[in-house]
């Protein structure tokens, strides 16, 4: 299996021109090989990677490009394998037309193959070609053979490198519990047992921060240094969401998959529902897609088994006691109830929490 590993990097004065210069090559690079492509199409020529790839060849020979010579010459093949794969994806339908790489785009990137250990960790450092070793911050052990490494710059101006290593499967033992989730609004999930998870406190605040700064941002002038100074303000506290949310799912994911043998959940069609205008903000802040993606992927090491219950089925109506169907659960509003079957008290989240484990459980024994 291949894993990805971010470390955050940095790099001295020197090592970050060198990083900006192949940014700025990669993406000329890039966008020959595009218009390289288009011309030759339009002459009724099918021109690929190969085509490129010479093209970049001759580029590099000519002296009005021999700058391209300075920077690694693997990084630039791969933005033309990068060009390659967008046209791979643009004629499967996966994808529209490639694009020309703007200047102006704040997210840069370029990736590098490890040619013979010329990509490394060692220590505090990341060994990486033409920079050589730059400082990083190692936050987990790089157990597996590197086989490239990607190195971003994010639009807070914060360097990482990504390492793509490959790594053997080590698997767990779970706790062998059986559970139900019912994600919510006000609640990230409310759990078969009565257990309800909060979202995490402290976003809401950096939200608050991010809407004030975004404003701030959107009077000043386009382009300008304030307007700079402010965009890379506005891009840390983007950043400090997305790391909090992201350590919040984490964490929580892999509490779920070690507890339990069972996790049953609704196939939310998330995508459907952001459309609803309203409920938009919440529903993708607490990223419910993105926890069931963890589960699934985090399951499988823990040989625990997600079971996802299709989403018509009346989870918050149906009493999960005596089965009896209340219609006038549908609104939102409602947050408990007493069945007028049986008269047994239910919180509404509680309770479509059991009717998930219960249909999950169902639904396995028929298959
Ligand atoms: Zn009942």
């Known amino acids: ?22 940014f700025g090559c990669s993406r000329f690079v890039y966008n020959q090989g595009l218009s390289l492509r288009v011309s030759e199409y339009k002459s009724g020529n099918s021109v690929g990677y190969k085509e490129t790839n010479a093209m970049l060849s001759s580029l590099k020979k000519s002296e009005e490009y021999s700058w391209l010579k300075e920077v690694d010459s693997i990084a630039l093949q791969q933005s033309l394998r990068d060009l390659d794969k967008a046209y791979k994806n643009f004629f499967a339908k ?65 360097y990482f490198c990504v390492l793509n290593v490959d790594v053997s499967d080590v698997f767990y033992l779970n706790g062998g519990c059986m559970i139900g989730l019912d994600v919510g609004i006000k609640t990230f999930y409310t759990d078969s047992n009565n257990f309800s998870l909060q979202n995490p406190k402290n976003l809401a605040r950096y939200e ?79 990223s419910w897609s993105k926890f069931f993606d963890m589960l699934e992927y985090k399951a499988y090491f823990y040989g625990t088994e997600i079971i ?17 169907q209340n219609p006038n659960i549908k609104k939102l509003s409602i947050r408990e109830w007493a069945c007028p ?27």
């Open 208 to 286: 608050k921060k991010l809407i004030k700064e975004q404003r701030r941002l959107s009077k000043r002038v386009k382009g300008s240094v304030n307007w700079n100074r402010q965009r890379i303000k506005v891009a840390r506290i983007h950043e400090k969401i997305t790391d909090q949310r992201n350590d919040f799912l984490h964490k929580e994911s892999t509490k779920l998959v070690k507890e339990n043998q069972i996790i049953c959940i609704e196939d939310l069609n998330v995508k459907g529902m952001v459309r609803n205008h309203k409920l938009a903000k919440t529903i993708s802040d607490v």
């Open 341 to 367: 079957a049986c008269g047994t008290y239910h919180d509404r989240d509680g309770n479509a929490a059991k009717n998930i484990l219960q249909k999950g459980l169902s639904l396995r024994k028929a298959v």
């Open 94 to 158: 996966r994808a529209g037309f490639p694009k020309f790489k703007s200047k102006h785009n704040h997210n840069k990137s370029y990736r590098t193959q490890n040619v013979g250990g010329n990509i490394a960790v060692a220590g505090n450092y990341i060994k990486l070609p033409k920079l050589g070793y730059v400082k990083a911050r190692i936050s987990m052990p790089v157990n597996g053979k590197i086989n490239n490494a990607t190195i971003e710059q994010a639009p807070s101006g914060k």
């Open 308 to 324: 996802k219950v299709p989403r018509f089925y009346p989870s918050s109506q149906t009493c999960n006691c005596c089965g009896y």
């Open 1 to 22: 299996m291949n894993k990805g590993l971010k470390f955050r990097i940095y790099p001295n004065k020197e090592q970050s021109v060198m990083i900006q210069k192949t």
